[in-house]
């Protein structure tokens, strides 16, 4: 038997054992036996509160989802050629970051295509990118027609986590220069900027919530390399923007309620994608926006279309439809739990992580990127160890326990 076959079969069981002890000490109801009160006293967080319990069981899984991040070497084309009698300018391959930069990359896209002085806009693609490329140039007066052949629920945009994630498989690390940062920097506050303005809305669009992070090793432990783990290095960025968002504190033994020796305590914006994705399309066709059904099988066919300045945010698609040599599938699994209303704070551990979307609990594996793969198919040991990684942190925490 491999060690592979072992560690997977160990897996398996502890996951199904916990499994059923999930099911006599969670599957209860949000009542007070699930919420347990934790010290008050915690250095910048006067309001430490209450903790509900993630309902991790294999029974509340509702949907499993897998979808290719639309990866590039060097970070996003935001690139203008001209195409025969067309300008086309280039917003695709934004990687695990297309949600989080959107609002960024297009507005740098749309600020230079509004230079052509041209007062009708195409949009191929309606993601993440296409859509806020759309309303960018809808606020700056111009009318735009979106054409795609896939709209949500059936496109990567539908798929993602739903995390403020800016710097997530953006480059390649030989790419992550200098220049690159500094592009970076400003492209993701231009984001962030713009993100804030949906906060307080119906549905909840985007929100702030409590996130903790545990461990069962110190943080600054060395980490040995997963010889399975076929990932390439990516560049990191964070560092350059942790004035944005609240820090990451430590807690001590007494502030900790998890299982775990070590947690850190931090606050993460979140996008509840079917509600914002609602919310950008009302936005984009109250300002007259028209949406067209079109699948493209070359560039040379947006000679077809009326509009003389076009925006390319077709993220994959533009690996075959450009031979963009550089783009690569990276395949991502999430496993959606039924929401929890009374869930208020994301959490991971070594193997997964946990965010309270208002349309679903997202469990998503601490591993979970394959680069050049395109297997669509769910692969149901991840999506179950996932789950039952959670399930032990909340069975053996002391929330569980109270
Ligand atoms: C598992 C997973 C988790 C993720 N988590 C996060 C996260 O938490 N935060 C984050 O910021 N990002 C995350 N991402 C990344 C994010 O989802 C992508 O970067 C983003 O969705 C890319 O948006 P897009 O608009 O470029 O592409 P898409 O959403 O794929 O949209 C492309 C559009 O172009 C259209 N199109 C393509 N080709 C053609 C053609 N030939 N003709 C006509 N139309 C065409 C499609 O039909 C579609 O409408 C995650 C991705 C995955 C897979």
């Not at 993602?160 to 710097?167: H, L, N």
């Amino acid at each position: 038997m491999s060690s592979n076959f072992k560690r997977r079969e160990f897996l398996r069981l502890a996951g199904l054992s916990l499994g059923l002890g999930m099911s006599r000490s969670l599957v209860r109801g949000a009542d007070d036996s699930e919420v347990h009160s934790v010290p008050r006293e915690h250095i910048g967080y006067p309001q430490f509160g209450k903790l509900p319990l993630v309902r991790a069981s294999q029974d509340r899984i509702v949907k499993e989802t897998v979808g290719l991040r639309p990866f590039r070497d060097s970070g996003p084309n935001l690139g203008h050629e001209r195409i025969g009698d067309k300008s086309v300018f280039h917003n695709y391959g934004h990687g695990g970051s297309g949600w989080s930069l959107s609002w960024g990359t297009s507005a740098q896209v749309t600020t230079e295509a509004l230079t052509s002085g041209a007062q009708q806009f195409a949009v191929i693609g309606c993601g993440a990118i296409g859509l806020t490329s759309a309303i960018l140039l809808q606020r700056a007066g111009k009318i735009v027609t979106i054409y795609c052949k896939e709209r949500h629920p059936n496109i990567t945009s539908s798929v993602a986590t739903g995390v403020w994630s800016p710097d997530s498989r953006i480059c390649l690390k030989d790419h992550a220069t200098d220049a690159f940062a500094a592009w970076w920097n400003t492209t993701c506050r231009t984001s962030f900027k713009l993100y804030q303005s949906f906060l307080g809305l119906p549905g909840s669009p985007i929100e702030w919530v409590d996130s903790y992070a545990v461990s069962n090793q110190p943080w600054d432990a060395e980490r040995p390399k997963d010889p399975n783990d076929t990932q390439p290095e990516y560049g990191h960025f964070r560092d350059y923007v942790q004035d944005l968002t609240p820090r990451f504190v430590d807690l001590d033994k007494s502030q900790n309620p998890f299982r775990e020796p070590y947690a850190r305590k931090g606050s993460r914006m979140i996008f509840n994608i079917s509600t914002y994705h609602q919310t950008l399309l009302r936005e984009f066709t109250s300002l007259g926006g028209h949406l067209v059904h079109r699948d493209f099988q070359n560039p040379a066919q947006f000679a077809e279309l009326a509009e003389p300045v076009v925006i390319n945010a077709t993220g994959l698609g533009s690996k075959t439809l450009f031979d963009d040599k550089q783009m690569h599938p990276v395949r991502g699994q999430l496993t959606v739990l039924i929401p929890q209303p009374e869930l208020n704070y994301s959490f991971s551990n070594n193997d997964a992580y946990v965010i309270p979307r208002r349309d679903g609990v997202v469990i998503g594996s601490s591993k979970n990127g394959i680069i050049d793969s395109t297997n669509l198919e769910v692969d149901p040991e991840q999506s179950f160890n996932a789950v039952a990684a959670i399930a032990q942190s909340m069975t053996k925490s002391k929330i569980a326990k109270a």
